[in-house]
């Protein structure tokens, strides 16, 4: 059953927002997505884009506190 508050179009749309942002080349971490997309589980998002056929590469990064966080990105080969 799907949450009250839940809003199918704004994930829609911070799902088409943070496919652009990777398409234009950026890289992506869910602190940016949070404040660059209210966008609060970058992971599931990057699980339905993947699964919409956009080849997204991760790896894991330290931040500043010492703590490790996923970065996602499109190679440029993989932008269309």
């Not at 994930?11 to 950026?26: E, V, W």
């Not at 992971?43 to 996602?72: C, H, M, P, R, W």
Request: charged share 20%; net charge positive.
């Amino acid at each position: 059953m799907a949450q009250p508050n839940w809003n199918p179009e704004s994930a829609n749309t911070q799902r088409a927002q943070i496919a652009n942002y990777l398409m234009a080349g950026n890289h992506i971490t869910p602190l940016e997505a949070l404040n660059k997309f209210c966008s609060l589980r970058l992971s599931a998002v990057i699980f339905d884009l993947k699964k919409q056929g956009y080849k997204i590469n991760s790896q894991k990064v330290k931040t500043e506190s010492g703590k490790f966080v996923a970065d996602y990105w499109i190679d440029e080969a993989d932008r269309i």
